[in-house]
């Protein structure tokens, strides 16, 4: 039988390749799709793959969907998990990028259903409630973001090996379109310099926080969480080819790698038809052709958000979803022009001083720290470029 597929996020970069995945699927069933703003494209997909339900985060645009399309639409900040409630899938992707995925993930993991994850920011905010919850619900938590996917799949081989086999995971980083630069000369680099990613095409904020090395580090705690060990035991190396995307570390000194052309239909199809591995139309690795990989240690000094990122992680509680917000509306002001690139990672920091760590206790709790820490960092944001 088929499994009922939701997906959230379905008019951005994950969404549109995770459709392109779907086309060659017979095992998945997609009932309902969900996006924030482009209501014509959405409701295009859903009359492609026959979908009777949507959800669309603007209200303004759900109102014109309503009046083009004849299938049921929801709307607003509690659209999604309207959606989710209604057409009881026992799959959803969350592609919805940011902090914005984050009741969605929870909706989802509440009623026991499978998660395949591309909203790292669920993991970086909540991801010890997250979880915690999951564990009780019995759902089960698959990475979509490369890295993740590629140790997901590297770790299954150490499954009852014995305790403590893994010595270490190894996140990759193809370095960004400023790896090498000084922080003189990040400090005029325009949008459009930082949105020229040069192995990867993502959406903008993702393609940000490449630049910065902040992607980097909402990986490592996503990391920590899905895989449970500590942070000392998770390391980031610069590798700009973007054919190695993870590597694991063993007791026996042995290390094992993912190798594979930077396409996001793999890690996509892996965790959509887990445990089962689908075949795809995709470029065959040739070593020889590539003729060599490098790997370099990350520049934390002139990339301060990585290192920003490990404080946080270090600190736990709300630090993360402080660290994230921030993170947030420091890009946001970036791709509007009103911040310079370096600013980003003065503005995290700075928030991150201004707003003490707390333990963790409640969703609630980290939605009213998301909404303070997105007010101190539009503070801050004004007080610089004021």
């Known amino acids: 039988m088929a499994r009922r597929l939701v997906i959230l996020g379905a008019t951005g970069s994950i969404g549109r390749q995770a459709l392109e995945v779907l086309q060659a699927s017979d095992d998945l069933q997609l009932v309902g799709l969900a996006a924030g703003s482009s209501w014509q494209e959405l409701v295009a997909a859903a009359q492609r793959f026959r979908v009777k339900a949507v959800a669309i985060g603007d209200p303004q645009a759900a109102a014109a969907a309503k009046e083009g399309w004849a299938g049921k639409v929801f709307s607003g900040e509690q659209g999604a998990v309207e959606l989710i409630e209604e057409t009881a899938p026992n799959l959803v992707l969350n592609a919805v990028v940011g902090a914005a995925g984050l009741r969605a993930t929870v909706a989802t993991v509440e009623e026991g259903i499978d998660l395949a994850l591309a909203n790292k920011e669920s993991l970086v905010v909540g991801g010890e409630l997250v979880c915690a919850l999951a564990r009780e619900t019995g759902a089960a938590i698959l990475p979509v ?20 086999t893994v010595e270490r995971l190894v996140l990759t980083a193809s370095g960004g379109p400023f790896r090498g630069r000084s922080e003189g000369e990040l400090a005029g680099v325009s949008v459009a310099q930082a949105l020229a990613h040069p192995t990867w095409s993502m959406g903008g904020k993702i393609t940000i926080d490449s630049a910065t090395l902040m992607n980097k580090g909402l990986e490592l705690i996503e990391a920590h969480h899905l895989f449970g060990l500590p942070y000392e035991r998770i390391d980031v190396v610069v590798h700009p080819q973007s054919i190695v995307h993870g590597l694991v570390v063993l007791c026996d000194g042995s ?38 990989l490098s790997f370099e240690a990350p520049d934390e000094r002139t990339f301060r958000c990585l290192a920003l990122a490990r404080r946080a992680a270090q600190a736990g509680g709300t630090a993360p979803c402080v ?30 001083d201004a707003l003490p760590t707390e333990a963790l206790h409640s969703f609630d709790q980290l939605y009213a720290c998301d909404r303070r820490a997105r007010e101190v960092a539009e503070g801050l944001i004004a007080e610089l470029v004021g």
């Open 145 to 164: 973001d490369s890295e993740h996917a590629a140790l997901h799949q590297l770790l299954e081989g150490e499954q009852g090996r014995g305790e403590r």
């Open 323 to 352: 660290l994230n917000a921030a993170n947030e509306v420091a890009v946001g002001a970036f791709l509007a022009g009103e911040l310079p690139f370096l600013g980003i990672a003065e503005v995290i920091e700075r928030t991150l």
């Open 255 to 292: 290390v094992l790698a993912h190798l594979g052309h930077p396409d996001m239909r793999v890690p996509i199809s892996y965790a959509l038809h887990y445990p089962r591995r689908m075949p795809l139309q995709t470029k065959p690795l040739d070593l020889a052709a590539i003729g060599s």
